[in-house]
Each structure stands twice: as structure tokens, then as C-alpha cells.
């Protein structure tokens, strides 16, 4: 499967956004569905995931408490992570990933393919 994440951009701090990763060759419907973002300088990281169906999600604890949302459509072979109340710690590449097996993990070597990432930028 390939996946073309797109929707970053430069927001002000408070301002949200809503990421977008399009899906295209295997059923889109066969994948687990995560988020993850990498600041300058640390680790690719955890954000969340969405099971197959889209019925249970799965957050890191800085993206639960309704601050990020994951959702999918099947339909249309996209999977959505909407941010509100961005803040400048949120700066990051975020890349969304497949996952072939059914747990909506939060370690990078379980999901099988990755997209290229988008920039969010968020200022002060």
C-alpha cells in the first residue's frame, strides 16, 4: 500500500489542523491505521490509531482528552488525525502508517508502511 500524507502547514499557537493520509493499493479496509510525529532532534513518537473498522481508537496520552481526533473512511481510502489547541511542542513531521496485524500499536516496528510525512509548524 502507499500513503501520501498531506494538510500540514504553518498554524498560530491555539489554531488546529486536520491532517489527511490517502491509502491506494490494498484494500484499505485490511490496515490498522496510526499516527506519528518526530520533532527536530527526538524520536519518531507515538500520536494514534484506529482499528479497521474505525470503532476503537487508541491515543497517546499528550493527544487524548479530546485534543486529537483519528478518524477514517474506508470509502475513501483516508485515514484523518484533526488537532485543536496546537501548541509549539506540537512542531513535528507527521507521518501516518499501515499495519497489517489487528493491535493498534504504538511502536514504530509494528506498522509495515509509511507515508512521507507532513510538516506542522506551530508558532508562538
Known amino acids: 500500500v502507499q500513503l501520501q500524507a498531506s494538510g500540514g502547514g504553518l498554524v498560530q499557537a491555539g489554531g488546529s489542523l486536520r491532517l489527511s493520509c490517502a491509502a491506494s493499493?490494498?484494500?484499505?479496509?485490511?490496515?490498522?491505521m496510526g499516527w506519528f510525529r518526530q520533532a527536530p532532534g527526538k524520536e519518531r513518537e507515538f500520536v494514534a490509531a484506529?482499528?479497521?473498522?474505525?470503532?476503537?481508537?487508541?491515543y497517546a496520552d499528550f493527544a487524548a482528552k479530546g485534543r486529537f481526533a483519528i478518524s477514517r473512511n474506508n470509502a475513501k481510502n483516508t485515514v484523518y488525525l484533526q488537532m485543536l489547541s496546537l501548541t509549539p511542542e506540537d512542531t513535528a513531521i507527521y507521518y501516518c502508517?499501515?499495519?497489517?496485524?489487528?493491535?493498534?500499536?504504538?511502536?514504530?516496528?509494528?506498522?509495515?508502511?509509511w507515508g512521507q510525512g507532513t510538516l506542522v509548524t506551530v508558532s508562538s
Open positions: 502508517a499501515a499495519d497489517l496485524s489487528s493491535d493498534l500499536g504504538y511502536r514504530t516496528d509494528e506498522y509495515d508502511y
Open positions: 493499493g490494498r484494500a484499505f479496509n485490511s490496515y490498522v
Open positions: 484506529i482499528s479497521r473498522g474505525g470503532g476503537v481508537t487508541n
